[in-house]
């Protein structure tokens, strides 16, 4: 009788060439599926430290902030007025004929999207580097 239960399976799956090839296939499943359910456990602790919101730039981690600055303003202008238009700033694509005349709430809005857009506005800091 051999030593180790390794080697009598071994020497059992040597004569079921079907049963040694189900059992190198079931051993390969068993591993992706373990690797998607830690990626899974994964989701799901980033979802509950989280809570589930999408953070805004001033939450954002400095060096996160200054990425999304340095990648705004490398985005080819073509680009910039898709996304503009897809978050919602399609209707002021033309300028308003007095700005004095609008509420503040769209005056607001016009400046930031002159800002965005990128048309002789700087960006103000950004809000990890400003000091109080």
């Known amino acids: 009788m051999e030593s180790s ?3 009598r ?3 059992l799956l040597r004569y079921a060439r079907p049963a ?5 296939l079931c051993g390969v499943a068993t591993a992706l599926l373990y690797a ?5 456990l994964a989701l ?3 979802l509950l430290v989280s809570r589930g919101r999408i953070p805004n730039f001033a939450q954002l981690p400095v060096h996160e902030q200054q990425a999304v600055v340095r990648d705004w303003e490398a ?7 898709r996304a503009l238009q897809h978050v ?5 694509q033309t300028p308003p004929e007095k700005m004095e005349a609008l509420p503040a709430d769209q005056q607001a809005r016009w400046r930031l999207f002159q800002v965005l857009k990128g048309e002789g506005f700087d960006f103000p800091p950004v809000p990890g580097n400003a000091s109080a």
């Open 5 to 7: 239960a390794f080697s």
């Open 9 to 11: 399976v071994r020497s």
């Open 20 to 24: 040694q090839v189900t059992a190198i």
């Open 36 to 40: 998607l359910l830690v990626l899974l």
């Open 44 to 46: 799901f602790v980033d």
């Open 75 to 81: 985005m080819p202008p073509e680009d910039k007025s």
């Open 88 to 92: 919602g700033f399609g209707d002021l």
